[in-house]
C-alpha cells in the first residue's frame, strides 16, 4: 500500500464513520471494498490518533464464538472543539460541535455598529469565541478550527473577501486578519454557501448530493451543492443570484447596476416602491406593506406581487441551468413568505422548460439565526478533520 | 488487492496512458501513486486485452545499464472503432475514430426532412455508419460505439429524448430505437453538450477543469463543463441557456413560453421583427437584416443591437452564477458574429457582480460541421473505454 493509498484510505474510512455514525470494522470492509486487512491497519491508526473509538454495540447479539459483545467505532466526540459563527446585520450568532458534530454551546451578541473594520471585527469575534469556549470550560485556544459566515463575495479557499457589507474595506484577507487574532485556523465562506453546508449536514439536504439553496434576508443568497460539495466558481463570484439580471436597464440597485433580482424583490426594493406610492416621506416597514397587500390595498398588493412574478422568473431561470432534483428556500424572517408563497412555486412551474417528468422540488425551510452558524461550523469541521489526517501523514512520512 | 481497487487503478491507469499519449511504467507509477509492482500487474493485462501497446521511446537515450532502449505505453489505436454524428438542420455528419482518438475518416449526408420518426432516423442513421466504415474497409459491425448529438431536451444516461426538432415524438427513448438499427452500442446527448466534450478533448477546453461553452445556430445551446465533467442536470433539462428568460412576459418564444433569451437573440427573432419593419410578407434572410445594420440602416440596427444586449445580459448571468474561469462562445456560423461582437462582451463584463479581479477569459471558436461529430465521437469514446474496462473486470470474476 502506497502513502498515497493509506492516505486514501484514511480519508473514505473516518467519512464513513462519520456517516454512518456507528459501524463495525467488518461493515466498513463491506461499504468501502476496502480489504479487511487495511480496514484494520488503518483503523488501528486512527484510535491511536484519538480520532475514533470503540463503543460496545447496542445489539444483545454476541459474537456466536466467543461470546463476546460487538464492537463498533465511531467518531470520538473530544477529539477536537470546532466553532462556528455568523455575522447578520446586527448580530453574531456562535454554535460550538464537538468532533462528532454534537452541538455543546451557542452564543449570541449584538453589534453596536453594522460595519467594522477588518481588524475591529477580528478582536470581536476573538472576544465572542473565548466566551463561547467559556460555557463548556475551555478556551479558545483548546478550539481546533473556526469556521464563519459573511455576507458578500468571498473566495472562501482563500479566506480573501472581495467586498462585504459588514466590512469597511474592500479586498481583505480576512482569513489571515482572524488567524493572527483568534490563532486557530479559520475557515470563511459567504454566508448562504455555508446556509448549504448546513442544510448538507443536518437539514433538508441530506441525502441529495446535488441541491440549490435560496436565502432571504436584506439580500437575496444562493448556495450551489453539485457532487456533494459547495460549487464556489473560481474568483469566489459564483452564485450571486441575487445579482442576475432579471430586466434589462431595469431598478436601480444598491450594487449600482440595474436590473438585477435585488433590486425587485429586497426589502429596500418594497419599501422604495411603497413610499413612492404613499408620498410618504417617513420610513415604513416592510411588514406594513406586506400587511396592507393582504388587507386589499392595491398599490401595496400591486408591489407584493410584482416582487413575487420577478423571484419565480429568476428560480425558472435556476432550474433551466441546473436541473436541480431540490429547491430549498431557506430563510429565518418570516416576512419572506410572499415570496415562497405557492403561486410563486406555481409560476415558476410554467416558466421552466416543460417536459413529461415532475418539476423539481421546492421545500421550505424555515429558521432561526442558529442555523447559519452550525453551517459555518460544519465547513470547519469538515476542514479540521481533513487537516487531522494530514498531520497523520506527515506523521509517517 | 480487492477487485474493487484493482477496477481503479485499470481505469486510473488508461486513463493516464491516454492523457499522456505516450508514458513508460515507471511515470505512470510515479504520476498515479500507484505502486511500481501493480503498474507492472494492471499493465500487463491491458496489453493482453490489447488495449494498449508498447513502443519505443523516441529518444536515442538508452537504458544506461543494458542498452536496450526505452519503453513507452500507448493507447493502441486499432483496438476499437468509434463512429460520431451530429443531426442538424439539414446535414448529418459523421466521423470515426480509432481507440486513440485518430479520426480515420468523415462523411456528410442531406437530409430530405428535417423531422423523422424516431425509427426512420435510426435507418438513416445506419445506413450512413455503415458508409462510414466501408470508407476505412470495415462495416458497421466493426464499430464499438455510436455517438450521437441531437438538439432538443435529452436524457443522456437513459439516452431518453423528451423532445427534439429532429423527430415527431416527444418522449421517445431514442438510445434503444437505435441500438436496435445498428446492433452496436449508442451514446446520445444533447449536441451542445457534445460541444463541450469536444472543446475539452480536442478544442479550447483542454486543460480546463471548468468552462462554459455557448452555441448559437437557429437555437441557443449550453454546455457546462464541472470537475472535467459535463453537468447534465437531474432531469436532462439542464443547461437551458436559451429559455432562460430575459423579460418578465417578453416576446414570444417557439417554446411557447415568453421572454426567453432565444426569442431575443435566434434567427426567427431577428427576422420576425425586420419583417415587421419592412411590411413585406416575402421571406427575408437573417443576413440581410445583419448587413443592412452595417449599411446604415437604423431599424435593423436597432433589431441587431437588441438582440447583443439581450445575450449580454444572458452571458452576465451565466457568469453571476458561475463564475467560470472560461467561457466558449462556439459556432460554425458567421452570422452569429453580431452576438460575438467586443460591444457585447464588454456589456456582459458591465453587468457582472464586480471585484477586483478579472472576469473571465471569453473566446470565439469557429469551426465546421464535424467538431459537433467529433464530440459526439468522443464521448462515445469515453463510453467504449468504459465498457472495456467492465469487460475486464467481468472476465477476472
Same mark, same amino acid.
Given at each position: 500500500m502506497s ?25 466498513l ?32 447479539e ?38 462528532? $458534530? ?5 452564543? =449570541?451578541? !449584538? *453589534? ?9 471585527? #477580528?478582536? +470581536?469575534?476573538?472576544?465572542?469565541v ?15 478550527g ?13 479566506g480573501?473577501?472581495?467586498w ?43 441525502g ?6 435560496v ?21 469566489g463570484c459564483?452564485?450571486?443570484? $441575487? ?5 434589462? =436597464?431595469? !431598478? *436601480? ?9 435585488? #433590486?425587485? +424583490?429586497a426589502?429596500y ?10 408620498g ?22 400591486s ?19 441546473f ?5 430549498i428556500?431557506?430563510?429565518?424572517q418570516?416576512?419572506?413568505?410572499h ?14 422548460v ?14 432561526g ?26 506523521n509517517?512520512?
Amino acid at each position: 500500500m502506497s502513502v498515497n493509498q493509506r492516505e486514501i484510505g484514511r480519508r473514505k474510512l473516518l467519512n464513513e464513520i462519520r456517516r454512518q455514525q456507528r459501524i463495525p470494522r467488518i461493515s466498513l470492509s463491506e461499504v468501502t471494498g476496502i480489504s479487511r486487512a487495511t480496514v484494520t491497519t488503518i483503523t488501528a491508526e486512527l484510535l491511536r490518533e484519538g480520532l475514533i473509538e470503540e463503543v460496545t454495540s447496542d445489539t444483545t447479539e454476541k459474537d456466536s464464538k466467543r461470546g463476546r459483545p460487538k464492537v463498533d467505532l465511531k467518531i470520538r466526540g473530544v477529539a477536537r472543539l470546532i466553532a462556528g459563527a455568523k455575522i447578520s446585520n446586527k448580530t453574531i450568532s456562535l454554535v460550538l460541535l464537538d468532533f462528532e $458534530g454534537t452541538q455543546l454551546a451557542d452564543h =449570541e451578541a !449584538a *453589534l453596536e455598529t453594522t460595519v467594522l473594520s477588518a481588524d475591529e471585527m #477580528a478582536q +470581536v469575534l476573538a472576544e465572542l469565541v473565548e466566551e463561547l469556549a467559556q460555557k463548556v470550560d475551555h478556551s479558545l485556544q483548546d478550539v481546533a478550527g473556526f469556521g464563519l459566515g459573511i455576507a458578500g463575495v468571498v473566495d472562501a479557499p482563500r479566506g480573501f473577501v472581495h467586498w462585504s457589507p459588514s466590512l469597511t474595506s474592500r479586498n481583505v484577507t480576512f482569513g489571515t486578519v482572524l488567524e493572527d487574532a483568534l490563532g486557530i485556523p479559520v475557515f470563511l465562506d459567504n454566508d448562504a454557501n455555508l446556509v448549504a453546508m448546513a442544510e448538507k449536514s443536518f437539514g433538508l439536504g441530506q441525502g441529495h448530493s446535488d441541491f440549490i439553496v435560496v436565502t432571504i434576508e436584506s439580500g437575496v443568497g444562493m448556495g450551489i451543492v453539485i457532487n456533494d460539495e459547495i460549487y464556489r466558481g473560481t474568483r469566489g463570484c459564483g452564485a450571486e443570484f $441575487g445579482h442576475t439580471k432579471v430586466q434589462l =436597464e431595469g !431598478a *436601480l440597485c444598491r450594487c449600482g447596476q440595474r436590473g438585477c433580482l435585488e #433590486a425587485y +424583490v429586497a426589502d429596500y426594493a418594497l419599501l422604495r416602491e411603497a413610499m413612492l406610492a404613499s408620498g410618504e416621506a417617513a420610513e415604513r416597514q416592510v411588514d406594513e406593506v406586506l400587511q396592507a397587500a393582504k388587507d386589499g390595498d392595491e398599490v401595496a398588493a400591486s408591489i407584493v406581487e410584482r416582487a413575487g412574478r420577478m423571484f419565480a422568473m429568476g428560480l425558472a431561470n435556476i432550474v433551466n441551468i441546473f436541473d436541480p432534483e431540490l429547491i430549498i428556500l431557506a430563510g429565518e424572517q418570516m416576512q419572506s413568505s410572499h415570496l415562497y408563497a405557492e403561486e410563486v412555486i406555481v409560476s415558476m412551474r410554467k416558466s421552466i422548460v416543460q417536459v413529461d417528468k415532475a418539476p423539481p422540488e421546492v421545500v421550505i425551510h424555515k429558521w432561526g439565526n442558529l442555523m447559519w452558524a452550525r453551517g459555518a461550523a460544519a465547513y470547519a469541521l469538515e476542514n479540521v478533520s481533513e487537516n487531522a489526517l494530514l498531520e497523520m501523514a506527515d506523521n509517517v512520512v
